[in-house]
């Protein structure tokens, strides 16, 4: 079932001020699932970004290596998500 997207580069281009110049995607989903529609492509280690904002004043680039989780121990995975969770879910009282 398709979810509404979490980021999308309306959002982005609404937002006033925005501080957001570095976008990781870990979740790498490609097909129309895609929480986060702002990205479309995978980057690599040799090429681990991709600007996908080119705005003089507050360009955004995108991390996006689909292997990345993998590299990682499950409990380093899980300890980093319990930290990250709030403050994913406070982002939305934020400005961007």
């Given at each position: 079932k398709k979810i509404?997207?979490?980021l999308t580069?309306?959002?982005i281009e609404d937002a006033k001020d925005r501080h957001l110049s570095?976008?990781?995607d870990v979740s790498c989903e490609m097909s129309e699932r895609n929480p986060f529609?702002?990205?479309n492509e995978i980057t690599t280690?040799?090429?681990?970004?991709?600007?996908?904002i080119n705005d003089d004043k507050c360009p955004l680039d995108v991390i996006a290596i689909d292997h990345l989780p993998s590299l990682i121990p499950k409990?380093?995975?899980?300890s980093f998500a319990n930290?990250?969770?709030?403050?994913?879910?406070?982002?939305?009282?934020t400005n961007l």
């Open positions: 509404p997207p979490f580069k309306k959002m570095v976008f990781v529609p702002i990205n280690f040799k090429t681990p970004s991709r600007r996908i409990e380093s995975s899980e930290l990250l969770l709030p403050t994913l879910l406070a982002l939305k009282d």
